[in-house]
């Protein structure tokens, strides 16, 4: 599953979780199987179980990073499902800014002329989403900026202004948007 994807953060955290449990296993495994080889912890296979241990730490932490957030429910997703076919609608992110702090943004819309988003958490901060996002996109070069909705029932009527589909000579402009949000996600 790729990132923007609505389910990617069930999917991620899924992943993360099993990875953090393998490299925690194969811990486990070697330095047991060296101490009931050896009858010390002072033996050959010491060395690979504490290698393991980096990728374990980077998968939890990892883990941990994105275990707080959840996708939006399923029902208003399937309201902007027509987006999501038109290939307009991101899901499922989380925007980290240059200081490395997270904010959910449970959906990203592109159009020709900026970006919509909704974020239903009220602990994590919209102006930091905005500015980087924002600031993203004029590094780049694309004329485009995001406005941010935490009320529902406002987003949707913003959204229903926006015409399904992207315009001939607006589809590069869109694509590139569309790039920059996915790089400034985790």
Not at 32 to 45: D, K, P, S
Not at 66 to 74: D, E, L
Not at 128 to 133: F, Q, Y
Request: hydrophobic content about 45%.
């Amino acid at each position: 599953m790729k990132k923007g994807q609505y389910g990617y953060l069930k999917h991620r955290q899924n992943h993360l979780f099993r990875m953090t449990l393998f490299c925690a296993g194969a811990v486990l495994i070697l330095a047991a199987i060296g101490f009931l080889i050896w009858h010390t912890r002072f033996n050959i296979l010491m060395m690979p179980a504490m290698l393991c241990v980096i990728p374990l730490a980077n998968f939890m932490a990892s883990y941990l990073a994105v275990v707080s957030y959840h996708s939006a429910p399923k029902e208003r997703h399937d309201v902007l499902l027509e987006y999501e076919n038109a290939d307009m609608l991101l899901s499922d992110l989380i925007i980290v800014d240059s200081n490395g702090k997270r904010s959910g943004l449970d959906f990203a819309l592109i159009y020709k002329n900026g970006i919509v988003g909704f974020q239903s958490r009220t602990k994590d901060s919209k102006d930091s989403i905005e500015i980087t996002i924002n600031d993203a996109l004029k590094r780049r070069g694309i004329p485009m900026r995001i406005k941010v909705y935490r009320d529902w029932e406002e987003f949707l009527a913003r959204v229903s202004e926006i015409p399904v589909g992207i315009e001939e000579d607006s589809v590069k402009r869109v694509q590139l948007a569309r790039e920059t949000v996915l790089n400034a996600a985790m």
